[in-house]
């Protein structure tokens, strides 16, 4: 083991909602425990697609915020004190007698007795901006975590779809202006927020696409064609929001030796793979009857962790105890 590797009993990759669950549990059953992230934020798909969005179906929460959920499970995971690697991707898996290794792709090692993989759909990467490629600035997001960087300025979101007029319509009582950029005439996203867009003060630019970002020590405006009419207008921009969806990858884990079935990890009812000591809960399992929903990633995250800690202390009890009892 090298100085920077880590040694832990259990490893988790993917720091979504699941993974940070899974964290907690994990001290609950006093192991000892890391999360590796190849983003650099935690909270996975709901930090990086709809942290301002308000989520329904969490039991307890009649309406939680994707932030303040992402922000309650950090505090709880906090019990544990996991050691987070973040900005870090799992690349390689390799199962001995007692030790998994996961090799990161910053060239350390992960040194655990048992891992379980939390990681959704995969490594995510934002669509890129055809026209913004070469833009040297930081003032095109892939997302907007936080909204008070926009206040005053115009901003241009290019995309059709949720994440798209939800920052819109978010953005609109914060920042000077509001340009939608959107390739068609019809949108993906949910039409009620699209009617919300319509009837506010944004401007919506429909059959059109961003050719071209134009400034000097800062972003100025970007210009905007119709893609019918081949019609150019200069749009005055201080910022620009890509919202062009993600590409997901399962990347490296599925030469992990997992059975993998559409892109999914293969489980059982113990939320176990086919690799001795790796189990998978969340998004990324696949089961007959699964549903991808967060409320049931947390319900194979505590399986995950209790049979976890079964397989790494078979004198263990499969049942936690409640946490009410401590
Ligand atoms: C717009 C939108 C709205 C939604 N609304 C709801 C809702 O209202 N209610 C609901 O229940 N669900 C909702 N969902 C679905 C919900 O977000 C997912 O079910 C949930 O995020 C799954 O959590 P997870 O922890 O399994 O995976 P994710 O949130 O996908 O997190 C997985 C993490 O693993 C990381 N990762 C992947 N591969 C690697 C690797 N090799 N190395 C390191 N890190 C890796 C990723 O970077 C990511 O951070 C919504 C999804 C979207 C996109």
């Given at each position: 083991m090298t100085r920077t590797d880590t040694e832990v009993d259990l490893l988790i990759v993917g720091a979504g909602p699941v993974g940070l669950y899974a964290a907690y549990y994990a001290g609950f059953r006093g192991l000892s425990v890391a999360v590796v992230d190849s983003l650099p934020e935690l909270g996975g798909q709901i930090t990086a697609m709809y942290p301002e969005k308000d989520i329904l179906d969490v039991a307890g929460f009649p309406v939680v915020k994707?932030?303040?959920?992402?922000?309650?499970?950090?505090?709880?995971?906090?019990?544990?004190?996991?050691?987070?690697?973040?900005?870090?991707?799992?690349?390689?898996?390799?199962?001995?007698?007692?030790?998994?290794?996961?090799?990161?792709d910053d060239g350390t090692t992960v040194h655990a007795r048992s891992v379980i993989i939390t990681a959704g759909i995969g490594k995510f990467t934002p669509r890129p901006l055809p026209a913004a490629q070469d833009w040297p600035g930081p003032e095109v997001a892939f997302f907007v975590p936080s909204f008070?960087?926009?206040?005053?300025?115009?901003?241009?979101?290019?995309?059709?779809?949720?994440?798209?007029?939800?920052?819109?319509?978010?953005?609109?009582?914060?920042?000077?202006?509001?340009?939608?950029?959107?390739?068609?005439d019809a949108f993906r996203a949910h039409q009620a927020t699209v009617d919300k867009v319509l009837g506010g003060t944004?401007?919506?630019l429909t059959n059109s696409h961003v050719t071209r970002l134009v400034g000097g020590s800062g972003l100025e405006s970007v210009e905007v064609e119709n893609v019918k009419t081949h019609e150019t207008?200069?749009?005055?921009?201080?910022?620009?929001?890509?919202?062009?969806?993600?590409?997901?990858?399962?990347?490296?884990?599925?030469?992990?030796?997992?059975?993998?079935?559409?892109?999914?990890?293969?489980?059982?009812?113990a939320t176990r793979t086919n690799v001795p000591r790796?189990?998978?809960?969340?998004?990324?399992?696949?089961?007959?009857?699964?549903?991808?929903?967060?409320?049931?990633?947390?319900?194979?995250?505590?399986?995950?962790?209790?049979?976890?800690?079964?397989?790494?202390?078979?004198?263990?009890?499969?049942?936690p105890g409640h946490s009410s009892e401590g």
């Open positions: 994707g932030k303040d959920l992402v922000e309650g499970l950090v505090t709880q995971a906090a019990t544990a004190r996991p050691t987070y690697l973040l900005s870090r991707t799992a690349q390689t898996l390799i199962s001995e007698a007692e030790e998994l290794r996961v090799g990161l008070a960087e926009y206040a005053g300025k115009d901003v241009v979101i290019v995309g059709g779809g949720d994440s798209a007029f939800d920052w819109a319509l978010a953005l609109e009582p914060v920042a000077a202006s509001v340009t939608l950029v959107h390739r068609r944004a401007s919506v207008t200069s749009v005055k921009a201080q910022a620009v929001v890509a919202a062009l969806g993600f590409v997901a990858d399962l990347g490296p884990i599925q030469q992990w030796g997992l059975e993998v079935v559409k892109r999914h990890i293969v489980v059982d009812s790796v189990f998978a809960a969340g998004d990324i399992t696949e089961y007959p009857g699964k549903v991808r929903l967060i409320a049931v990633g947390f319900g194979e995250a505590a399986t995950a962790v209790n049979n976890a800690a079964v397989a790494i202390n078979p004198a263990a009890h499969l049942f």
